[in-house]
């Protein structure tokens, strides 16, 4: 296992962070708009196709065993995007998807503390409660768009993200990128599987594929690309270098960009209380960064 040296961010670990936030958060409108031409866990299976392939033909296997590898592959290709992009296909809407799958955060802490031993500060829990405060506000105000099957579907996305997260935290030191990408191998055999079970077998499986327009094959290498190889490369290697509790937080900014980009795009309502719930998110996000500087400063 790693030695965490801090528990503070770097100003440059914090903008990287922040860039991944806003690639996942904007993905929402992605996946909405890309699953209006392929079936949920096809679209899945073509995400995790291309961030394994050619980059597989490149980058040696990670020093790591197959079943790490699998480990991670299922628990973020099946059982958080399979899942989410299930759930988004008419079950639930995408801005509150990407508010109910930060629910990856206690997760996340939670296994850290169970498996890892760590400690959870109180800054740290407050933080949390500060931004789930905001969180809880947006899953009050539910509409006619989201169901309750939709909402635990994400919820188990949640799940497995945070089952992901402390799989690879578990494989030490690593090149992350050739980790996700050779994590991908793993996650295509089940989502295809599933895919030719559910979702009308290799007959309409081809014809989604044939029949795609440009613009849903752009979101399914924006996925690969942008969400996988670099959003999931770049979010492992921080977890490899910080505790759970400091760095699980920052995708608490998803659902800003998401509820953002939703409304920007697909013209979700932005409603005051939105901006309300955003701001208690950020506040808790600002305490869980920036305390122990500020902690240092006042006792000066």
Request: with cysteine; glycine share 8%.
């Amino acid at each position: 296992m790693n030695s965490y040296k801090s528990n503070q961010l770097p100003l440059s670990h914090l903008l990287l962070a922040l860039a991944i936030m806003a690639v996942w958060g904007t993905n929402f409108v992605v996946i909405k708009v890309s699953l209006d031409a392929f079936p949920p866990f096809l679209f899945a299976a073509l995400r995790f196709t291309f961030a394994f392939l050619p980059l597989a033909f490149f980058i040696p296997r990670p020093k790591v065993s197959w079943g790490n590898l699998c480990a991670y592959g299922v628990a973020i290709g099946v059982g958080q995007f399979g899942i989410l992009f299930f759930a988004i296909d008419g079950r639930i809407s995408p801005g509150l998807a990407s508010l109910v799958v930060q629910t990856q955060v206690f997760f996340t802490i939670g296994l850290a503390m169970f498996f890892a031993k760590e400690r959870l500060r109180l800054y740290q829990a407050l933080a949390v409660l500060v931004s789930m405060t905001g969180l809880a506000i947006i899953g009050l105000h539910t509409d006619a768009d989201t169901t309750f099957i939709g909402m635990g579907l994400v919820v188990f996305a949640g799940l497995s993200w945070g089952i992901g997260n402390t799989v690879s935290r578990r494989a030490g030191s690593i090149n992350m990128l050739s980790y996700v990408v050779w994590a991908s191998a793993f996650s295509l055999p089940p989502l295809l599987l599933i895919s030719w079970i559910f979702e009308g077998g290799w007959e309409q499986m081809s014809a989604s594929i044939i029949s795609a327009p440009m613009g849903a094959w752009a979101g399914v290498f924006w996925q690969s690309w942008g969400n996988t190889v670099f959003g999931y490369a770049a979010w492992a290697w921080l977890l490899s270098k910080h505790p759970a509790a400091v760095v699980a937080p920052a995708p608490l900014l998803v659902p800003i960009f998401g509820m953002g980009a939703s409304a920007y795009f697909l013209s979700e309502p932005l409603p005051l209380w939105k901006i309300l719930a955003a701001s208690l998110v950020i506040a808790g996000l600002v305490v869980n960064l920036f305390w122990p500087s500020l902690e240092k400063y006042f006792r000066k």
